[in-house]
């Protein structure tokens, strides 16, 4: 199977050495759009990468994008974006400081007539995107990592981790 891949399978993850963090990061994004890893890409709008600044110093990530990321091609818009950006506001902590990503950056769902409901991406899948977060990681270089659910966990602490065991430590 590996023999019949074509070169566009792989994902291209360039490390320009003359560029800025920003033109880095756009880059990174530009080479996303274009990912085969997995084959979350076909029935997907688009792909769902990071925004945010380059200099962000706080990096929060979520699981996957949903219906409406999917639709509009950024993460966390609605309705986990809207309480994330109230959850900031109350933190006192400027949306537009820090940088948002997802660890998939595909819609995984299941189609029920016209809906499209969210579906938790298999571990390949999370496997496949990993060299993309690891790439946003990479140019970022953020002082604080968040990890939003448990998926994000395990794709930044390992498999092993568990919410439930973790939590408050």
Same mark, same amino acid.
């Given at each position: 199977?590996?023999?019949?891949?074509?070169?566009?399978?792989?994902?291209?993850?360039?490390?320009?050495?003359?560029?800025?963090?920003?033109?880095?990061?756009?880059?990174?994004?530009? /080479? @996303?759009?274009?990912?085969?890893?997995?084959? *979350?890409?076909?029935?997907?709008? !688009?792909?769902?990468?990071?925004?945010?600044?380059? @200099? #962000?110093?706080? *990096?929060?990530?979520?699981?996957?994008?949903?219906? !409406?990321?999917?639709?509009?091609?950024?993460?966390?818009?609605?309705? @986990?974006?809207?309480?994330?950006?109230?959850?900031?506001?109350?933190?006192?902590?400027?949306?537009?400081?820090?940088?948002?990503?997802?660890?998939?950056?595909?819609?995984?769902? /299941?189609?029920?007539?016209?809906?499209?409901?969210?579906?938790?991406?298999?571990?390949? /899948? !999370?496997?496949?995107?990993?060299?993309?977060? #690891? @790439? /946003?990681?990479?140019?970022?270089?953020?002082?604080?990592?968040?990890?939003?659910?448990?998926? #994000?966990?395990?794709?930044?602490?390992?498999?092993?981790?568990?919410?439930?065991?973790?939590?408050?430590?």
């Amino acid at each position: 199977m590996a023999a019949n891949r074509s070169r566009d399978d792989e994902p291209r993850l360039a490390k320009p050495v003359d560029e800025t963090p920003t033109r880095r990061l756009a880059t990174l994004r530009r /080479e @996303a759009r274009h990912c085969r890893r997995c084959p *979350l890409w076909r029935p997907a709008t !688009q792909t769902v990468s990071g925004v945010g600044p380059a @200099a #962000a110093r706080m *990096l929060l990530v979520g699981e996957q994008p949903g219906n !409406q990321e999917d639709l509009e091609g950024l993460p966390f818009v609605r309705p @986990a974006g809207i309480l994330l950006r109230e959850l900031l506001d109350e933190a006192r902590i400027d949306v537009a400081t820090v940088y948002l990503t997802n660890t998939v950056k595909h819609f995984k769902f /299941e189609r029920r007539g016209k809906v499209r409901l969210h579906k938790r991406a298999p571990a390949s /899948e !999370q496997a496949a995107c990993r060299p993309w977060l #690891a @790439a /946003e990681l990479d140019r970022l270089r953020p002082e604080v990592v968040v990890a939003l659910g448990a998926m #994000a966990a395990q794709t930044l602490f390992g498999s092993g981790f568990r919410v439930t065991v973790e939590r408050g430590r």
